[in-house]
């Protein structure tokens, strides 16, 4: 069943007109994004608002019609828009590489296609996402642990 155009616009309008998983504005791609269900149709998802996620093209391609079994461990599973805290699995270093802090973070990085070239996320994320209690401006600002794994990570992928 297709989304209705109602529906479309308060999803639209719940994402800031900005792609749900990476963060891209629609100023950014030159037009409309696209509804996903975050829950796909194909393994039972509905049409529900709760469901729907304003997405990019390439987010949506390579979210595709993933839906983890009931019983897949939490690193297995994407972050949801609006109710994950993104800051809590995934930070951005100073370069714009983002770096999972947990394997669920990994796991939506790769699983996304999320690279250095995507847009910054972490600030769209606090203002859309559940609050952290951080300060927003310190969300800028890589920790050392971060930055720990990023230098980690570069030496063992050359």
């Given amino acids: 069943m297709a989304v209705s155009t109602e529906a479309r616009s308060i999803v639209r309008a719940a994402f800031g007109g900005r792609c749900g998983y990476c963060g891209v504005s629609e ?3 030159g037009g409309e994004l696209e509804i996903d269900h975050f829950h796909p149709l194909a393994a039972g998802g509905s049409d ?9 093209t390439a987010c949506n391609r390579f979210k595709g019609d993933y ?5 897949a461990p939490e690193s297995l599973r994407l972050l949801r828009p609006q109710r994950d805290d993104f800051g ?21 990085i790769q699983r996304l296609h999320l690279t250095p070239f995507a847009m910054p ?7 859309i996402g ?3 209690g951080r300060d927003p401006a310190g ?3 890589p920790s050392a642990r971060a930055l720990r794994r990023a230098r980690a990570y ?3 992928a050359a």
């Fill in 27 to 29: 100023t950014s791609v």
């Fill in 48 to 56: 529900d608002i709760e469901n729907l996620v304003y997405a990019c």
């Fill in 67 to 71: 839906a983890p079994a009931h019983d």
């Fill in 88 to 108: 809590a699995h995934v930070e951005e270093t100073v370069h714009g590489r983002l770096i999972g802090l947990t394997p669920r973070g990994w796991f939506h």
């Fill in 121 to 127: 996320l972490l600030p769209y994320w606090r203002l």
């Fill in 130 to 132: 559940p609050c952290s």
């Fill in 139 to 141: 969300a800028l600002r």
């Fill in 154 to 156: 570069s030496y063992t």
